[in-house]
């Protein structure tokens, strides 16, 4: 089993910036890919950015130019950083790992989301 836990979310003005993290933890998993969702309210969840094991990344249109994903030094923890923020990035802000077991094959884990509010 594999838990991550998000952090960094919270309220910020149009045009401020926010910083979210998310850890990986757990036994004997290495991470294939890792990236960010979001859900506003009413809307479907929808992939923000990922980023492979390899560090090779991936963004949605919407937000390219303004958010950055990276991973840490341990590989087990990545961020996004977000700036420029808009009314319209207010959402739900959930972590996503898909992560091979040594032997056990892959498994997919979500975090709890983190709140991001823009007030515009």
């Known amino acids: 089993q594999v838990q991550l836990v998000e952090s960094g979310g919270g309220l910020v003005q149009a045009g401020g910036s926010l910083r979210l993290s998310c850890a990986a933890s757990?036994?004997?998993?290495?991470?294939?890919?890792m990236g960010w969702y979001r859900q506003a309210p009413g809307k479907q969840r929808e992939l923000v950015a990922s980023i492979t094991g390899g560090g090779s990344t991936n963004y949605a249109e919407s937000i390219k130019e303004r958010f950055t994903i990276s991973r840490g030094n341990d590989k087990n923890t990545m961020y996004l950083q977000m700036n420029s923020l808009k009314s319209e990035d207010t959402a739900v802000y959930f972590c996503?790992?898909?992560?091979?077991?040594?032997?056990?094959?892959?498994?997919?884990?979500w975090g709890q989301g983190t709140q991001v509010t823009v007030s515009s």
């Open positions: 996503q790992a898909r992560v091979s077991f040594f032997l056990s094959g892959y498994g997919d884990y």
């Open positions: 757990g036994s004997h998993f290495s991470i294939v890919l």
